[in-house]
């Protein structure tokens, strides 16, 4: 069964309306459970809000874990990439790979990272990279080779130079430009063949802003939303063992990005609920 999983969270970015997603979303989907950051604990810190989104992720991978012990699928929905770092490092496996569909690298480091937010560092700390609150979630260490980012187009300086160290596999927006959809596709078909499991974390900012403007950092020149159905299309859901669809912003959506949420949330109950 798909469980699908709410997080009211906006402190991993700092930018309002992230917190409403899942409100926004109640009226089409049922939620099997929905988790809300602790208000107690949000205090500025460095990285911003540590201790309130250190505690979400540690119960979201408690949530997370429990539902796969189950043999059920999570997917996670939110307004706030930070969620990743909670539900990958419950799914995450020696054989995982993570398929990353983003406008951004999200391989920040506290000391790399010029916002301190910690949406910009859920990769990172995956890779063991961050502040110890967080990357002790890792029971695995997910290794740079096993991600594969699609729709990259804005990374910062530092962050680039860590990616190429840690070896973290791009498909860039200029790179699909030069090479075409077909290669970019042949690249996700290979990736896929090399892991056994994957997890699919799904950011609606890789969505050009024309299609989905409802996030928090927008990036122009993005993916189409016929491009990313075509993503989800291709992907083998048998293989697919958790998914998060995340950086939904209600308050700067005209209902495009709401609507493809939703059509993604129906593709994937239609190919994983097959199985
Ligand atoms: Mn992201």
Known sequence: MIKRIGVELKEGCDISGGDLAIKSLQDMIDFDEILSIDPGLIIDEEPLFLHAVSDLNTRLKRVVSQSLKEGHFPLVFGGDHALAIGSISASLTKDTGVIWIDAHGDCNTVESSPSHRIHGMPLAVLQGYGHPKLTHLNDTVLNGVD????GIRSLDEEEALLMKKWGVRIISMQDIKSEGW??????????????????????????????????????????????????????????????????????????????????????????????
Not at 231 to 252: A, G, Q, R, W
Not at 258 to 273: F, N, P
Request: net charge negative; charged share 30%; with cysteine.
């Open 147 to 150: 991600i594969l980012q699609i």
């Open 182 to 275: 077909k290669w970019a596709k042949q690249e996700l078909s290979l990736f896929i063949d090399h892991h056994p499991r994957l997890h699919v974390s799904f950011d609606c900012d890789s969505v050009d802003p024309k299609e989905a403007p409802g996030v928090n950092t927008p990036s122009k020149n993005g993916l189409s939303v016929r491009e990313v159905l075509d993503i989800f299309d291709t992907l083998p859901f048998e293989k697919v063992s958790s998914m998060d669809i995340v950086e939904y912003n209600p308050t700067k959506d005209d209902e495009k990005t709401k609507a493809m949420i939703l059509k993604i949330d129906a593709l994937v109950h239609l190919k994983r609920g097959a199985l």
